[in-house]
């Protein structure tokens, strides 16, 4: 079955960086378009990037635009955020999805666990 597990997070200072990897398994992670996404405290999941099969397209949430970096490594099944210039607002547990298809629209069928990111001194 498919297993997404995410790692990586933690607590770190406002202008801090942490990277989130998700590893994956249980189907071929090279045919899906993968995506992070976050909820914050009191609020809903959001959307915050999307990564297609080849890593040729890369799409991102405004409020993350310039400071975060969705990447995969398909011989390695693992997909990756990179996350700079960190502020108290990105705190929220994050979550790794994987979509339906290669399509970067595609819905997502599988969440991971997901794990905790707190910006906070």
């Known amino acids: 079955q498919v297993q997404l597990v995410e790692s990586g997070g933690g607590l770190v200072q406002p202008g801090g960086s942490l990277r989130l990897s998700c590893a994956a398994s249980?189907?071929?992670?090279?045919?899906?378009?993968m995506g992070w996404y976050r909820r914050a405290p009191g609020k809903e999941v959001q959307w915050v990037s999307s990564?297609?099969?080849?890593?040729?397209?890369?799409t991102y949430t405004d409020s993350v635009k310039g400071r975060f970096t969705i990447s995969r490594d398909n011989a390695k099944n693992t997909l990756y955020l990179q996350m700079n210039s960190l502020k108290p607002e990105d705190t929220a547990v994050y979550y790794c999805?994987?979509?339906?298809?290669?399509?970067?629209?595609?819905?997502?069928?599988?969440w991971g666990q997901g794990i905790q990111v707190t910006v906070s001194s």
């Open positions: 249980g189907f071929a992670f090279d045919n899906f378009a």
């Open positions: 990564i297609n099969i080849g890593s040729s397209l890369k």
């Open positions: 999805a994987k979509r339906t298809s290669a399509v970067l629209t595609s819905r997502v069928d599988s």
